[in-house]
């Protein structure tokens, strides 16, 4: 046969020399179709071969090789090799694939591992078996019982771009001959059973031979020698072993325990074999996986021996079959050896394992473990069914139930790895076993609300039926693990149910289960993506054979000592790495050094640990030896209380959620959550040669150094004994310790950059190596001013408000000839055209910091200081000389200034690195002079530049980090950037600033980086367009957080953005608005397609929730409405344009409507929060100040408890009441209102007041205080007793007993309002320090107290426990999964108080509607008005039901709640009904609650029409009016119409107004009536709304979706009445 290939072929396969030689075109935008077949059949016995090329490493996966029955010829090739059937076998990686279907997990050479030069060959042997040939070495059958007339089948997959055919004819003499003695051989081994001695589990003989058996599945043919049969196992390992005769097993490993016998005959004399204590340590490990493994296929204990039972009958050519250790096949599941029956060749004794096709007949059998197809209908299944995932993780939670597609066999392993998890939900992964067949099951949403059949383990505990039979089974938590983490389930033989951990056995889960279970996962929750593991990956077996190990004995796994097992007692203790590291990661040096080998193939896995935990004050330094620039992100360090040996290690440090805290980029984050996003030096800039470290002081506070240069404080109360924790991401590939007791190595040699590009800063480099660059800002400063950013940045703080007290100073004195430059990244128009117009002052003083009373301005200090100020030099505040060089007040954002003293004692400034002369002389010469600058007037912020000394990275122009100012910057704030998240086709330069999509039309979406604020427009100048496609740029915004995308950036993301559904998007195309891909408007403005390169496009967020798109600059008017607040700009680089980059930046003065970032948000500006220890970035890191009232108040309030709680003892004001202590940035204070006296009207204000109250004078009211006072009263906002602010907030008028309220200063000096623990958002900008907060007990507001620590805060966790305290989990019900209860607690219902509650509760009473429809308990009734739905927190929008259906809260409303009828099944109506409204008329009301259900005709809301004529109880109803009634073909089929939103079934048309007469007020209002209730899944239909409309009616629901329909009468349940009143 020729050796060519057919000249059809894959679609992207490019033939050449002859047909010899296959190239995968666009090999690194594409990964697949590049199939290829030979030219003719392939004749017995021909080995067709062909060459690897070339490979990429841009994908996973590699060549793929195998024989079809198809014809090339007439082929419709698929995309890749596994998608063939009809008479198919591929060889993929390990497996061997029929038709698509696996059918051998673990066999020859893996085909990924291959190398450029590589020889892969296919052969039909004559006896019809398949054989892979790799290398010229016959790798054994494959399959068998392959018909004749089959091609050769080639994939060019994945990382494989090019082969080419060498041959195609029989293998040669001496492959012949090997293949003839491997045929003989087997032949032998079937006539005579190879037996290893051993005895049952529970005996050393066992772990003997699967010590041996580990060596023998290695596959060469060296002899090991075999433990005798006559010792137990006891508890701990024996010190000798008695040599008995035994019988030899083929393996590759010479080692063993001595002393062990080796025998082929009786006469045979031992000889011991000499292990070191590591050599042990490897027989050990690989032991006990091996007999783990044995326990995962079925065959029972590998040291099963003695007289036993039979282990099954197999004929006498299969492979498959065994003695001893159970039947391949599953006939039997014994787990012990015995009389074993081969054939018709009986054996005396049974040997546990005793040939290698009993060893690996488990995984040779082609019914390997998979997930059976029919699974949950959120699941995907992949990897031939050996993963399973579910879709739509952030929208859905449950319905993600997978099984098996056999029952599990008698202790056979079923384990899984969790690949992925998402942090929205809580509750995790389940697993368990069920008695159910998957082919007859109706899968249920989640597991455990299945009643039998079924025990599952749920959390720490185990779940049998749905019912909690162990809540406490282990001390591991499903809920806590991780991405990486094992799962496994072990069914044995006695009927027990056993679940492992990562390996770790934990023990017996339930004492009898049936015979016949099959496993099943449910993804639920946080889990996503599982696959099963079938023990072939070396580094999860490692990771494994280590956690084993170290549950047998903590010493095992210890490093080990490189030349002596003897430690050296004169050795001090040295830090060294963790043997224990991640799976790409790699110890060398002695354990000094961590590596990623392969770097340039891998981003991740390369976390490394210290060996041992961190002393205080001891400093643990690393020094990155080298760098690649493939990757995004770079080196990250920090520390954990997890003990390296028995961690099992994540992808990367940052999704640890416990016990962590890690420095990334120039933030700190703490359990994968940020803490400090603006801490100091930027990471990611680092080269090869500079260094990291970390310390943990003894006061518990944590501290990083960047080239020796300390970062200042990161964080508190870190515990002792930590370990220090390098991850080598991205771009770093290794790491090198640095300490006194040996010299550092050499860089390496291919190093990325090469040790000249290391900073001059680092340690290591020439340049600064004895002077580092340590000139910083000093900790003393003016009382206006922050040092940020590691004391490099100083910015004054309240810039609106004060334009002076900001001095700062240098943190040691000036070196003569030594430049101290500073460059301008802020300032603002605020004192433009007045008499403290300036911007900024620069100047040295001798006066030291600690000595220094910092006064107003520098120009205030008399004596020993020298100032520049506009273009006047001025000494000891006098001006010594006008019109110098340069004028200070002309210089503008992105200006550089710089001084220096002489060594003759002149004084020079530098601008923009320009001499401008001598400004001065005489400086006393040998006397020290420090920097000082002034942030006076216009001038906000400055940082340290690099030419200050020697440079640092973090600063350099060129190496701008994505929070300093770029230069450049069309307006003052910081420069937008697009989020490292974004299409595949797309490439990100400039630091996020610029776009370039670089393959294909489509897959172009990007994000900005951050949420847009209110009115902040994110604008993008088009840079290149290719014209060869068609349409253009889209731009709109999305609800979608590119954080929550999956780390890959190709997954997630649709080709286009108007095929985006996965959340709710808003945009423009062409001149089209879209929303969700809907159309919304047409013709809106200019054409995005007509656009070309130098346009500029915009888009914006408004105030009152509009979309607004810019042009050029030109607002276009409102595109949409009821746009959400949290919203990315997105955009779509689709058809022409290919290039964008960034022309706007974030303002950085909040405006007023701006929402406040909540304690933990990222979205505060640079350098505009405190990073002192007092005030940090989150309460949790605040030692919080005892706050309590000050013996100074109004002369009606009476103090006790300590001065906690605070009581209006007479009249209804005098009640003004501040704090003893200043309210500290970022601290929460938080009071109860204990009581309320009705008598009165209108309730408590609070505020802030900015001076100190000591000697305060108090007013009646607190709106009479008119100096530095904002306070918060009902819904609006007061400063200085004029209103700035409406609308804000719940009207606190309405506030019961029981509610907390909050006020918080966040680190932009912004004060929120906090309710029952809710942030409201900023009410007022530029709180001054200090601040005190303010309580005015005014009205019904009699008694506060202050809420302490201690003390739980309605609605808080204390309410969220007592909810959901003792449930089963099976008998949670709505949102309870989700984090959200159904009912909200009484103790945060509002009613009481609520006037607008009170008046439709007086419309209801005018209904004559009898008691007993209406539940008994008035807290039930809720009321959703404005007020009273905001003081619970409520969202707009939950779910409910099985399968989960959206409804909406009727806000605006009030809800009475229904008496249920008794044969309403409540708890299948709770559980798996939805929510749904009905709006009705008043006199259908009575009725519809007689027959306790909806009835159509009557109730129907087309049945009636407005009157306006009154009736006798003082409201006027309508009548029928047979015009406006159905049409006969609807009259004909009674039906009931509802709708998930009220803002539907509450329209006029469906829910007619009434009149009445308040009979209290006696003013007249309108009011509606409707019906809130549970309807039964599949009982309803869903359709488009019927009135017409054209705009959304809720921008949840979709016009098409939002109108229910329902024919059965006991579908709907009715739950509670709806009245609202106008």
């Known amino acids: 046969m020729a050796a060519e290939l057919h000249p059809c072929s894959g679609k992207l396969i490019g033939l050449s020399n002859s047909n010899r030689t296959a190239q995968r075109n666009q090999p690194v935008q594409e990964f697949n179709h590049g199939l290829v077949l030979s030219r003719e059949p392939l004749k017995d016995r021909d080995v067709f071969t062909v060459r690897i090329d070339k490979k990429v490493n841009s994908w996973s996966g590699s060549i793929e090789i195998g024989v079809t029955s198809l014809d090339p010829a007439g082929l419709d090739f698929p995309s890749s090799a596994t998608g063939l059937k009809g008479g198919s076998w591929i060889v993929s990686g390990c497996s061997v694939l029929r038709d698509g279907r696996s059918v051998l997990e673990e066999y020859g050479r893996d085909l990924d591992q291959l190398s450029e030069g590589d020889h892969v060959g296919i052969q039909r042997s004559t006896h019809g078996e398949l054989h892979l040939w790799v290398n010229g070495q016959d790798c054994g059958a494959a399959a068998s019982g392959l018909p004749t007339g089959l091609w050769a089948v080639v994939d060019l997959y994945g990382k494989c771009t090019q082969v080419t055919v060498v041959s195609c004819e029989p293998p040669s003499l001496a492959e012949r001959d090997t293949e003839r003695e491997t045929v003989e051989e087997r032949e032998q081994e079937d006539e005579e059973e190879v037996v290893v001695c051993g005895v049952r589990e529970g005996e050393f003989g066992g772990l003997t031979s699967a010590v041996n058996l580990a060596a023998a599945t290695n596959g060469t043919l060296e002899e090991v020698p075999v433990l005798p049969p006559t010792h137990n196992r006891p508890d701990k390992f024996p010190n000798n072993l008695e040599p008995e005769t035994g019988k030899k097993i083929k393996t590759s490993t010479p080692i063993s325990v001595a002393p062990l016998t080796k025998c082929k005959s009786p006469s045979f004399s031992p000889s011991p074999i000499v292990l070191t204590e590591h050599q042990l340590f490897d027989v050990l490990n690989n032991a006990i996986v091996s007999l783990y493994r044995s ?27 065994s003695s001893g250790g159970g039947s391949v096949n599953g006939n039997s599941s014994d787990s012990g050896g015995g009389t074993g029956n081969t054939g018709s060749v009986n054996s005396p004794a049974g040997g546990g394992g005793a040939r290698l096709g009993a060893v690996t007949g488990g995984m040779l059998t082609n019914d390997a473990l998979l997930f059976h197809e029919k699974c949950g209908t959120l699941i995907k299944l992949s990897n031939n069914n050996k993963t399973a995932e579910r879709r739509r993780p952030l929208d859905e939670f449950n319905n993600g139930v997978v099984m098996t597609n056999r029952p599990l066999r008698h202790n056979e392993m079923f384990e899984i790895r969790i690949d992925k998890l998402v942090d929205k939900w809580s509750g995790s992964i389940e697993i368990g076993v069920t008695t159910h067949n998957p082919n007859n ?419 205030d200090i008399d004596y020993d200081t020298w100032m520049l100020s506009g273009t006047a030099i001025m000494q000891d505040g006098n001006t010594m000389r006008n019109n110098y060089g340069c004028d200070l007040d002309t210089l503008t954002t992105g200006s550089r200034i710089g001084m220096m ?127 060869q496609w068609s349409g253009s740029l889209h731009m709109g915004l999305t609800t979608l957080a590119p954080p929550e995308l999956p780390s890959c950036p190709m997954s997630g993301l649709s080709p286009s953005l108007t095929q985006f559904r996965s959340k709710v998007t808003w945009l423009l195309a062409g001149s089209e608005v879209r929303r969700n891909g809907l159309l919304q408007r047409q013709n ?20 009152d929730d509009t979309m607004h798109v810019l042009i050029d600059g030109e607002d276009m008017g409102p595109a949409a409405t009821a746009v959400a607040k949290n919203v990315y700009a997105v955009l779509d680089l689709y058809g022409r344009v290919t290039a964008v980059s960034i022309v706007s930046s974030s303002v950085l003065e909040d405006a007023g409507s701006v929402k406040a970032p909540s304690l933990s948000s990222d979205s505060c500006s640079e350098g505009e929060e405190d990073r002192t220890p007092v005030e940090g970035d989150e309460p949790a890191l605040v030692p919080n100040t005892v706050m309590a009232f000050l013996e100074n108040h109004g002369k009606n309030i009476q103090l006790s ?82 209103k700035i602010c409406e609308n804000y907030g719940p009207n606190l008028d309405t506030c019961p007993e029981g509610t907390v309220l909050g006020l918080l200063v966040d680190g932009n000096s912004c004060l929120h309002l906090y309710v029952n623990g809710m942030d409201q958002g900023v009410a007022a900008q530029d709180i001054p320090t200090p601040c005190y907060p303010l309580i005015d007990l005014y009205g019904q507001c009699e008694q506060v107290t202050i809420v302490t620590n201690n003390v739980a805060t309605v609605g808080g966790e204390g309410i969220k426990a007592r909810c959901q305290g003792d449930m089963e989990k099976a008998d949670m019900v709505d949102g309870i999964k989700e984090s959200v209860c159904w009912m909200p607690h009484p103790e945060v219902n509002p009613n009481k108080t ?189 359709g488009p709304q019927t009135l017409g409309a054209i705009e959304p009616l809720d921008p949840r629901f979709s016009n098409t979706e939002i109108e229910w329909i329902t024919k059965d009468q006991g579908g709907t349940l009715l739950y509670g009445l709806l009245i609202r009143v106008e």
């Open 901 to 1027: 003293r002489s060594a003759t004692g002149d004084l020079h400034y530098y601008i923009n690195g320009v001499d401008q002369g001598v400004a001065c002389t005489g400086l006393p010469p040998g006397k020290e002079v420090y920097a000082v600058i002034d942030l006076y007037g216009q001038c906000v912020q400055v940082s340290i530049t690099s030419s200050s000394g020697p440079q640092d990275n973090s600063l350099c122009t060129s190496n701008i980090t994505e929070r300093s100012f770029p230069i450049h910057s069309p307006v003052a704030g910081v420069a937008h950037r697009l989020h490292s998240k974004h299409g595949k086709n797309v490439v990100l330069l400039g630091e996020g600033c610029q776009a370039v999509r670089v393959g294909g039309y489509a897959h172009g979406i990007v994000f900005s980086a951050k949420e847009l604020k209110t009115d902040e427009l994110f604008e993008v100048k088009i840079d290149e367009v290719d014209d």
């Open 295 to 321: 326990e995962d296929n079925g065959g029972g204990d590998l040291g099963g021996g003695g007289i036993g039972r039979d282990s099954g009958t197999g004929s006498r050519g299969d492979r498959g079959s």
């Open 1394 to 1582: 609520c006037e607008y509650q009170a008046l439709c509760s007086r419309f209801k009473d005018l209904l004559t509607l009898p008691d007993g429809y209406f539940n008994e308990d008035a807290k039930y009734n809720l009321c959703y008005c404005e007020s009273c739905h905001k003081l619970r927190g409520d969202e707009s929008y939950y779910k409910r039901g099985e399968p989960p259906r959206d409804y909406a809260l009727p806000f605006g409303w009030c809800r009475f709640a229904l008496r249920i009828k008794p044969h309403c099944d409540m708890s299948n109506s709770f559980k798996q009904w939805h929510i749904a409204y009905h709006g009705t008329s008043v006199g259908a009301l009575r009725r519809t609650l007689d027959h306790a259900q909806l009835l159509s005709g009557t109730s129907s809301i087309f049945s009636v029409s407005p009157v306006k004529t009154e009736g006798p109880n003082g409201y006027s109803e309508p009548e029928v009016n047979s015009s406006n009634s159905l049409p006969d073909r609807d009259r004909e089929v009674p039906r009931v119409q509802l709708s998930p939103t009220m803002r539907y079934s509450g329209l006029e048309m469906f829910a007619p107004k009434v009149q009445f007469r308040d009979p209290r007020s006696h003013c007249c209002h309108q009011a509606q009536v409707g019906f809130q209730v549970c309807v039964r899944p599949g009982s309803y239909k869903v």
């Open 441 to 859: 099951l109706d899968y249920p949403a989640t597991m455990t609300n299945l009643r039998s059949g079924t025990i599952m383990m749920s959390g720490c505990g185990i779940l049998t039926n749905g019912k909690g039979t162990r809540r406490e089974y282990c001390e591991f938590s499903l809920d806590e693990l991780q991405e990486g983490d094992h799962i496994g389930l072990m069914h044995k033989a006695s009927g027990a149910l056993h679940f492992y951990i990562n390996g770790i056995d934990q023990g017996v889960a339930a004492a009898q289960t049936p015979a016949v279970v099959y496993a099943v996962v449910d993804l639920y929750g946080m889990a996503v993506k599982v696959t099963i593991v079938h023990n072939h990956n070396h580094s999860d077996r490692l990771r494994r054979n280590n956690a084993i190990m170290r549950a047998l004995s903590p010493d095992v796994g210890r490093p080990r000592p490189a030349h002596s097992l003897t430690p050296d007692p004169d050795t001090p203790d040295r830090l060294l790495f963790h043997s224990n590291c991640g799976q790409k990661a790699a110890i060398i040096s002695e354990g000094r050094t961590a590596l990623r080998p392969h770097a340039t193939d891998d981003f991740n896995h390369g976390v490394v640990l210290s060996g041992r935990p961190l002393h205080s004050n001891e400093v643990f330094q690393v020094r990155i030896d080298k760098m690649v620039d493939k990757w995004a992100g770079s080196i990250e360090i920090g520390v954990t209380t997890h003990n390296p040996a028995y961690l099992q290690l994540p992808s990367t440090m940052t999704n640890l959620r416990s016990g962590t805290w890690m420095m990334t980029g120039n933030g700190v984050m703490h359990n994968g959550t940020t803490i400090l996003d603006e801490y100091g030096h930027n990471l990611d800039r680092l080269k090869a040669g500079d260094t990291v470290g970390v310390v943990r002081k003894e006061d518990g506070s944590l501290h990083f150094f960047v080239n020796g240069v300390a970062q200042g404080p990161a964080a508190w109360n870190v515990p002792p004994s930590v370990y220090a924790v390098v991850d080598l991401y991205g771009q770093a590939a290794q790491a090198t310790i640095m300490d006194d007791v040996a010299d550092l190595p050499p860089l390496p040699e291919d190093s990325s950059e090469g040790p000249t590009v290391m900073s001059p800063s680092s340690p290591c480099s020439v340049a600064g190596g004895n002077s580092a660059n340590d000139l910083r800002f000093h900790q003393l400063h003016g009382t206006n001013a922050v040092i940020t950013n590691g004391g490099r940045t100083a910015l004054r703080q309240n810039c609106r408000s004060e334009f002076n007290d900001a001095i700062v100073i240098s943190n040691r004195c000036l070196r003569d000839g030594e430049l101290f430059e500073i460059v301008i990244q802020k300032m603002v128009d605020r004192w433009s055209g007045s008499i403290e117009a300036g911007k900024i002052m620069a100047g040295v003083t001798a006066i030291r910091p600690e000595e220094l009373e910092f006064p107003n301005t520098m120009t």
């Open 1201 to 1282: 408890h300590e001065n906690l709680t605070a009581a209006r003892v007479s009249s209804y004001n005098q009640g003004l009441l501040v704090t003893a202590q200043p309210l500290p940035r970022q601290q929460l204070f938080q009071f109860q209102i204990d009581r309320l006296n009705a008598s009165w009207t209108s309730s408590l204000s609070l505020g802030v007041i900015g001076h100190s109250p000591d000697r305060l004078n108090f007013p009646s009211t607190a709106c009479c205080l008119k100096r530095s006072v904002w306070l918060l009263q009902r819904d609006s906002v007061f400063h200085n007793s004029l």
């Open 1084 to 1103: 809106y403005g200019a054409s995005l397609d007509r656009l070309t390169v130098g346009n500029r496009v915009g888009v914006k967020r408004c105030s």
